[in-house]
């Protein structure tokens, strides 16, 4: 069993990481309520601890290199965003793995596009398989570490 923690990370990275590869290499402010959901504040006006869990994985994919940005916007997105370079290119290269995808019947420019880290992300994002989307993020990790 897993700690449900670590599967919020890994799905609201990855659904950063989607979100910032389908602007690049635009600039653009990626908001929490864009990635976990919108919530109203409490009587105290303070965020819940799932909403700050997934505004701090946005803050860590800046200090660890996969994205960077300008500013925070309070404790609601960061601004001004973008992918950076070794990211963009370990998400757009083969992925080390495919999970038993049959694709060798397809073109090969589809087969050359399903066969990315990027389709892996949003292939586990959209099965909403915390399974699938841990192994994917853990395999675009181990390739960046």
Known sequence: MTD??????FKDAA????????????E??????????????????MH???YLACFSTLVWLG??????????IRQEAIDQ????ARCFTRLC??????????????????RIEQSTNI??????VAERSSARVRSAMLSLMMEMF
Do not use: C, W
């Open 63 to 72: 200090e660890e290199g996969y994205v960077r940005y300008a500013t925070t």
């Open 93 to 110: 290269a083969p992925a080390a793995h495919l999970d038993g995808m049959d694709v060798s019947e397809l073109p090969e420019s589809v």
């Open 119 to 124: 389709h892996g992300l949003e292939s586990a």
């Open 15 to 26: 659904k950063a990481l989607i979100q910032l590869y389908k602007n690049f290499p635009r």
């Open 28 to 45: 653009h402010a990626v908001f929490v309520d864009d990635i976990h959901a919108t919530e109203e504040l409490d009587e105290y006006g």
């Open 4 to 9: 449900i923690n670590i599967d919020d990370f």
């Open 48 to 50: 819940s601890d799932r």
């Open 81 to 84: 965003a973008v992918l950076t």
